[in-house]
């Protein structure tokens, strides 16, 4: 199964604070035994919210706001994708992440083929599967 | 450049909720969407969450790490999924969200993601190469 470990942070909050080299450090270690241990299938960090923009849906034409979201508490930071046996697992290593004040981890689980069937109709589900391949063949 | 799209919707709209869109509908909708992103060669990844239900939040308070179990019924939104776009511009990010094909209440962020340059001279340049290796060898593992 797969989880999704969504780093939640305080903006804010976060760029009053100039980014500390031990920290760099300490996550280069986290991710290193991560791969290590056989894991992790994806990790990424986001830039600032002021290179972003929200589109949002509630008329006929979507809405779009430039960043940054200064109205939001808590925004996504980064993420990793963990293959694990189990749930506990990706707890472990949720709790092992190298942390500053303020944040938080989400721990997500990621939907899987099997999660949509008999929910969506099987024709998509059969495309969505020669997406998956497609896909994977153009960025593998 | 690589950008996020990051779907957050009250968790009341996830499938099976009481406000989810009709299905078939909205499954066919969205397929004929990653097809186009596919077909422009600009997908590389795109992931659905199950409900926060299947989730647990992990909070660190300086000392150790306390877990909180799902659902998060206190978050007003929550993701929902997300696609990496490779593209050429922001603007081309914003003009593929603005394409999605979801309802009223849903907000798509589109974020950047940082590229090895956004952190040199930020971070230890020996973290920076060891990085690199490690992001290789995730990738050889993948297409094993």
Known sequence: MRFMLLLKY??????ATPPDPAMFEEMGRFNTAMV???????GEGLTPSS????????????????GPFTEAKELVGGFWILKVDSLAEALSWAKRAPFRSGERLEVRRVAEAEDFEGVAPQEVLDAEEELRARQAQQHG | MRYMLIMEAPESMAMGGPDAPPQDEIFEAMSRYNNDLV???????????T????????????????????????AKELVAGFWILEVSSREEAVQWARRCPIGPGVTLQVRRIA???????????????????????VAEREQV
Not at chain 2, 39 to 49: I, Y
Not at chain 2, 51 to 74: C, I, K, N, Q, R
């Open chain 2, 51 to 74: 409900p926060s239900s299947d989730g647990f939040l992990v909070t660190h308070d300086g000392e150790g790490a306390s877990v909180t179990d799902g659902p998060f019924s206190e």
């Open chain 1, 10 to 15: 305080d903006e804010a909050a976060a760029m």
């Open chain 1, 36 to 42: 290590d241990a056989g894991v992790l299938l994806a």
């Open chain 2, 39 to 49: 077909e422009a060669g600009v997908l590389l990844a795109a992931e659905g969450l």
């Open chain 1, 51 to 66: 290179q972003g923009a929200a589109v949002t849906f509630d008329g006929e034409e979507p809405t779009v706001s430039d």
């Open chain 2, 115 to 137: 590229e090895m340059a956004d952190l040199e001279g930020i971070a230890p340049a020996e973290v920076l190469d060891a990085e690199a290796t490690l992001r290789r060898r």
